[in-house]
């Protein structure tokens, strides 16, 4: 089983409609983010969270938001889709620095989103 | 100005050469500094960090660090073409975020 799991892995929606990813670890890290990926424009950081208490937003949040329900979990929504958050949207996470950790972010697979 | 910038390429190199690829970053108090591997289709996977100015190596790569200029590189070596994919520089800035260039896609020709 993958240690960062998304779901869900494909999905297609209209605009206006409400969206949620789910992102769920079994590698026991305090930190997640979600990312999106557009082409040529590498990983966009949409928001990232430290712990259960602590969201922060990243490059492009506007549009989009987090719930942090447990460390294991963090759900990324989008009220209100338009089409151009089509795009690969990916959860990762990491250990955090006192830990001696290289910081390595580890990803899931990935959910891609059409917006129509 | 982007936090992190990388040439988006393509870049082709000739099998068995190195391939070269930079990045630069504007946050001086940046930590650590990444490179991650994509295949078209799969997620991204670390092949190399460097926290220290200076070189890191291993194996074929060597990623390479100057703080005072704000760059980073990645030098493969050997170049084979399975190491065609897109290289994504990472940085983990002064406020412990993590930060993506937007990829340099190289092409290793038979």
Known sequence: DADVTQTPRNRI???GKRI?????QTKGHDRMYWYRQDPGLGLRLIYYSFDVKDINKGEISDGYSVSRQAQAK?????????PNQTALYFCATSAPNDRADTGELFFGEGSRLTVL | QKEVEQNSGPLSVPE???ASLNCTYSDRGSQSFFWYRQYSGKSPELIMFIYSNGDKEDGRFTAQLNKASQYVSLLIRDSQPSDSATYLCAVRSSASKIIFGSGTRLSIRP
């Open chain 1, 13 to 15: 929606t209209k605009t």
């Open chain 1, 20 to 24: 949620m990813l789910e992102c769920s």
């Open chain 2, 16 to 18: 068995g050469a190195i």
């Open chain 1, 74 to 82: 963090f759900s990324l929504s989008l009220e209100s889709a338009i």
